[in-house]
RNA sequence: GCAGGGGUGGUCGAGUGGUUAAUGGCACCGGGCUGUAAACCCGGCGGGCUAACGCCCUACGUAGGUUCAAAUCCUACCCCCUGCACCA
């Protein structure tokens, strides 16, 4: 590839690159030196759980890692002490070091599926912010203005908006910016939320007589929701750990809409065939239902693999085409006798409430053996022969099976 | 400590003495439709009891009080937020 054709390359879906020119000379002299540039990327200490919206940014180190270069992820143990740098959160809990260790292994185990191992370092920012020391770190501040860290959009929101805005907060930012210094990192990927942290390490490799480091920006993935960004704790998130049939069914929950930014963030799809099926879709030579369906099998593909995929699809048309039931469904044990219907509901937790299971019944979203059941008053007989499969809405399935008491 | 603002159901946010288990949005759940767990439409959305009409309990930061009646008024307390504090 030539240099043009590398930029082209790894400029596919960023929002932006600062700067450009700087990021081909980076890859000029690389090429010229044969040194492979250092690729940095920050993740948290404590949520190990990789969501689909990680990937967006995973993807392009991948991009970087096929082009030669190395990736360095780096476990920002010392600055999960700051917290969360959007201010919902207080100060996190320190972690121990077995802690640590155990979530770097859950990273590298999620990681590799789409990085090469042998060209990803993983690192720790407690190596040099441990040993930085409060003189050193009082050294590290004196690099950076006060009026340089409030230019930060969230900042200076919440200053104007008499929000609060705790000092431990700003240091966030420098912190970052130093790691950047430590491992005197040659790009920076993050998504747009990331980017004055990351800029602050371009001014701050600059004070410490570095080449400041290209910044790389990735856009922000929405969430199953469509609107907000994808995070666990909004619970609009497919994490990559999942069952392939768990995914499958919250891929084809998207909205239609939705799916073509996927198609571009999650995918290795080129653009022009991305356009192609978006033009397929709009004129109706392609029903956007089988172009989701597409999306999903890619997408478990590849963190899982392509049989599972299509089990996955098969799964899905079975339960929700063909309105079958599923391959395995689990089965629970009861008392062995009649059981009012409610009740039983609630007792095998297909229910939380009786209230809860009546509305369940009288809505029609209960079935026994296939067959609707309306009647809040009905009464089920559960014995240790025979196991009525109970169906409580479109998708959940269970076996119950009586036991007798001795 | 002082001054001001605020604490309502999963969440946001109305309500300032009485059809208020508490408007509305979001989220969520069920149904319909379909090409999907899309979109759209309809319904539900504290809990217990009842075949059902319905009855009862719990809930608006905490604890008391006033009242026939309080999320709404009074008292005390707790918590959160913003500002003030020095140089005088």
């Given at each position: 590839?030539?240099?043009?054709?590398?930029?082209?390359?790894?400029?596919?879906?960023?929002?932006?690159?600062?700067r450009?020119?700087?990021?081909r000379?980076?890859?000029?002299?690389?090429?010229?030196?044969?040194?492979?540039?250092r690729?940095?990327?920050?993740?948290?200490?404590?949520a190990?759980?990789i969501?689909?919206?990680?990937?967006?940014?995973?993807?392009?180190?991948?991009?970087?890692?096929?082009?030669?270069?190395?990736?360095?992820?780096?476990?920002?143990?010392?600055?999960?002490?700051?917290?969360?740098?959007?201010?919902?959160?207080?100060?996190?809990?320190?972690?121990?070091?077995?802690?640590?260790?155990?979530?770097?292994?859950?990273y590298?185990?999620?990681?590799?599926?789409?990085?090469?191992?042998?060209q990803?370092?993983?690192?720790?920012?407690?190596?040099?912010?441990?040993?930085l020391?409060?003189?050193?770190?009082?050294?590290?501040a004196?690099?950076?203005?006060?009026?340089?860290?409030?230019?930060?959009?969230?900042f200076?929101?919440?200053?104007?908006?008499?929000?609060p805005?705790?000092?431990?907060?700003?240091?966030?930012?420098?912190?970052?910016?130093?790691?950047?210094?430590?491992?005197?990192?040659?790009?920076?990927?993050?998504?747009?939320d990331?980017?004055?942290?990351?800029?602050?390490?371009?001014?701050?490799?600059r004070?410490?007589a570095?080449e400041a480091?290209?910044?790389?920006?990735?856009?922000?993935?929405?969430?199953?929701?469509?609107?907000?960004?994808?995070s666990?704790s909004?619970?609009?998130?497919?994490?990559?750990?999942?069952?392939?049939?768990?995914?499958f069914?919250k891929?084809?929950?998207?909205?239609?809409?939705l799916?073509?930014?996927y198609?571009?963030?999650?995918?290795?799809?080129?653009?022009?065939?991305?356009?192609?099926?978006?033009?397929?879709?709009?004129?109706?030579?392609?029903?956007?239902?089988?172009?989701?369906?597409?999306l999903?099998?890619r997408?478990?593909t590849?963190?899982?693999?392509?049989?599972?995929?299509?089990?996955?699809?098969?799964?899905?048309?079975?339960?929700?085409k063909?309105?079958?039931?599923?391959d395995?469904?689990?089965?629970?044990?009861?008392?062995?006798?009649?059981?009012?219907?409610?009740r039983?509901?609630?007792?095998v937790s297909?229910?939380?409430?009786?209230?809860?299971?009546?509305?369940?019944?009288?809505?029609?979203?209960?079935?026994?053996?296939?067959?609707?059941?309306?009647?809040?008053?009905?009464e089920?007989e559960?014995?240790t022969?025979h196991?009525?499969l109970?169906?409580?809405?479109?998708?959940?399935?269970?076996?119950?099976?009586?036991?007798?008491?001795?």
């Amino acid at each position: 590839m030539t240099i043009d054709e590398q930029l082209a390359y790894l400029r596919k879906g960023t929002v932006e690159i600062i700067r450009e020119e700087d990021l081909r000379a980076k890859l000029e002299k690389s090429a010229r030196t044969g040194t492979p540039l250092r690729v940095k990327l920050g993740a948290d200490p404590t949520a190990p759980d990789i969501h689909l919206g990680h990937t967006v940014v995973i993807r392009k180190l991948r991009a970087f890692q096929e082009l030669g270069h190395t990736v360095i992820f780096l476990i920002g143990d010392f600055t999960g002490l700051i917290g969360d740098p959007s201010g919902k959160s207080a100060t996190r809990p320190q972690l121990t070091r077995e802690e640590i260790a155990a979530n770097a292994e859950t990273y590298k185990a999620q990681i590799f599926k789409l990085l090469d191992p042998d060209q990803t370092v993983i690192d720790f920012n407690s190596r040099w912010m441990d040993t930085l020391g409060s003189d050193g770190f009082v050294r590290l501040a004196s690099h950076v203005t006060v009026k340089q860290i409030l230019e930060r959009d969230d900042f200076a929101k919440r200053l104007a908006e008499n929000r609060p805005l705790a000092l431990h907060e700003v240091l966030y930012p420098l912190v970052m910016a130093y790691d950047s210094v430590a491992l005197e990192a040659d790009v920076e990927l993050g998504g747009t939320d990331q980017k004055f942290n990351i800029l602050m390490g371009r001014n701050l490799q600059r004070e410490y007589a570095q080449e400041a480091q290209v910044a790389v920006i990735m856009p922000l993935l929405e969430g199953t929701d469509g609107v907000q960004k994808m995070s666990k704790s909004l619970g609009n998130y497919i994490g990559i750990n999942e069952p392939p049939s768990e995914m499958f069914g919250k891929v084809m929950s998207i909205s239609d809409e939705l799916m073509w930014r996927y198609y571009e963030l999650c995918t290795d799809t080129s653009l022009e065939e991305i356009e192609r099926m978006r033009a397929a879709a709009k004129s109706g030579a392609s029903n956007p239902r089988d172009l989701k369906v597409e999306l999903a099998k890619r997408i478990i593909t590849d963190f899982h693999s392509a049989t599972d995929a299509r089990a996955a699809e098969e799964e899905f048309n079975r339960v929700f085409k063909r309105k079958e039931t599923p391959d395995e469904i689990e089965e629970r044990t009861v008392t062995a006798g009649r059981w009012k219907l409610p009740r039983l509901l609630v007792e095998v937790s297909l229910a939380p409430s009786m209230a809860e299971a009546r509305r369940l019944i009288e809505q029609g979203g209960v079935r026994l053996d296939g067959e609707q059941r309306s009647q809040v008053n009905d009464e089920v007989e559960v014995t240790t022969d025979h196991a009525p499969l109970i169906q409580v809405g479109k998708r959940r399935f269970l076996r119950v099976r009586g036991q007798s008491l001795e």
